[in-house]
């Protein structure tokens, strides 16, 4: 009983600890924590992807709702207003990123197969975090960050933070270093 109460509260303060740790978007926009910001596309709703997923194929993917749209645009809307700039963005082939990267319109879009989600299998995950980490590599450790569009579970395995749709980590490559940032859509 007494084992059980003290895991119940160390799990507790783990998330008021994550919780805390946020910085506001304003915060993040006027002092960057590290290079990279990664963001979970928006809203799609479902559970990964049907059975006959094909890449170039958005019929045969979840993809974004309405609601889903308008969240990017107001995320796009927020970086903006928050006088954000990025030096590049980038997102994963599948397309419900590239239309949140699209719709959020901070720039040109470039596909990143790193950024790929292997939740189902569908891409190998060692070959993807790979590729990913290879980019994060030799990412220069100066200037405006870079907006990477990706998944819950890209982001999870680089972080160590799972986030919902449309919400937001920062990431520092060099010191390995990752913190909330909480947008609007929050």
């Known amino acids: 009983m007494k084992w059980s109460w003290l895991v119940l509260v160390g799990l507790l303060c783990t998330i008021v600890s994550e919780t805390t740790h ?3 978007l304003k915060e993040y926009a006027e002092k960057p924590f590290g290079r990279v910001l990664m963001l979970r596309h ?6 990964g992807d049907p059975s006959n997923f094909q890449l170039r194929d ?13 969240q990017s645009r107001q995320i796009g809307n927020a970086f ?3 006088g954000l700039r990025f030096e590049g963005v980038y997102s994963s082939q599948w ?7 699209q719709l959020i319109n901070m720039g040109k879009v470039q596909e990143l197969i790193g950024l790929n989600s292997f939740f189902q299998g569908i891409v190998p995950r ?5 590729s990913l980490r ?22 999870s395995a680089i972080t160590g933070m799972g986030v919902s749709s449309g919400a937001a980590v920062a990431y520092d490559p060099v010191s390995d270093q990752a913190q909330r940032v909480k947008l609007p859509t929050d």
């Open 22 to 24: 946020a910085i506001s």
């Open 42 to 47: 928006a809203l799609a709703p479902g559970f």
């Open 58 to 70: 958005c019929s045969t993917q979840r993809i974004l709702d309405e609601v889903g749209r308008e």
């Open 80 to 82: 903006r207003d928050a």
């Open 95 to 101: 397309c419900r990123c590239l239309e949140t990267a």
């Open 126 to 130: 060692e070959a993807t975090l790979a």
């Open 134 to 155: 290879k980019f994060l590599q030799y990412l220069p450790p100066d200037g405006d960050p870079v907006l990477l569009v990706t998944h819950q579970v890209t982001i």
